[in-house]
């Protein structure tokens, strides 16, 4: 897929755009697009990207301030406080108040950035789209409702739930086994993850689908092609870099849920992941890490 070709000329725009939402907003500007960011603190955007200052948790602040026209929505907030309140208010009070001054309008696609938090399973089995939605958590919930909501909307929406994601911005997993601060014991939980570049294609290419009038699924999965057990990452990590021993009392870092999270869906659109498993990823992180 041209993915130039696609996306030139279309108004597009992310509403939170933070780490993830701003590295989205540049790939799109380098394809062609006009992009348009709304956050609360736009001196903060990427250069380029079309500044819209406003907190989508405050609907005042959204009055008459989004741009004509558009032809894609990008949601991507994330909480400013990890509390039940925190991620009701960033996944669907602020996407409501998002879709309300959208009124009028109508962009061809809302796309809403979620979790594979969304799944509840611990049974070591796999989930993909339509595998059942039940999460214990109220995090998982509250995502699980903002998918509700936007899929429930007069747009055609598509839900990304995206796995794990890592990269050179986010190391907080790859500090903590460096450190000793992490020993989850044999036999752990699944994990699942995506490499933050892969994470950032895949919703250009998702997009680029849209722009070029390609049939969308509602839902897509992405994760990367290998889900593998905690422990087995962290034993590959410590055989490729140098790291501390495990510190008395360190995490084990076991969470609800074991699961293994199938791309089959996204792979069939015929997009391809630059990092198809943990190694190829923290190969190149450790790498970086040792010639800084």
Not at 90 to 114: C, D, H, M
Not at 148 to 167: E, K
Not at 173 to 187: K, T, Y
Request: a neutral charge; charged letters at 20%; one cysteine or more.
């Amino acid at each position: 897929m041209a993915i130039a070709e696609g996306l030139k000329k279309q108004r597009i725009l992310l509403a939170g755009c933070g780490n993830l939402g701003g590295a989205i907003a540049t790939l799109l500007l380098q394809s062609g697009a006009e992009v348009f960011g709304l956050r609360r603190r736009t001196d903060q955007l990427p250069q380029g990207v079309t500044p819209i200052t406003a907190d989508l948790t405050l609907p005042e602040t959204l009055s008459d301030k989004l741009p004509p026209q558009l032809d894609q929505v990008i949601y991507c907030l994330t909480p400013s406080d990890y509390t039940e309140q925190g991620y009701h208010a960033a996944y669907v009070k602020g996407l409501e108040n998002l879709l309300w001054e959208l009124q009028g309008q109508t962009p061809n696609r809302l796309f809403f950035i979620s979790s594979t938090g969304v799944y509840g399973q611990n049974d070591d089995g796999w989930v993909d789209e339509r595998s059942p939605t039940q999460p214990s958590g109220f995090s998982g919930q509250q995502v699980l409702l903002g998918e509700q909501t936007a899929l429930a909307s007069s747009m055609a929406a598509t839900v990304v739930r995206f796995s794990g994601i890592y990269g050179p911005s986010r190391q907080s997993f790859l500090q903590a086994v460096i450190d000793g601060r992490l020993n989850p014991p044999a036999h752990s939980n699944y994990s699942n993850r995506i490499h933050e570049q892969d994470a950032v294609r895949a919703m250009v290419y998702l997009s680029t689908m849209a722009a070029s009038g390609e049939t969308l699924q509602a839902c897509y999965l992405a994760s990367d092609c290998e889900p593998i057990r905690l422990d087995q990452v962290v034993r590959w990590v410590r055989q490729h870099t140098d790291c501390a021993e495990p510190a008395e009392g360190a995490r084990d870092g076991s969470r609800v849920g074991s699961k293994l999270c199938s791309n089959r869906r996204l792979l069939k659109t015929g997009f391809e992941f630059r990092y198809p498993d943990f190694r190829a990823g923290y190969r190149e992180l450790i790498g970086q890490r040792k010639g800084a």
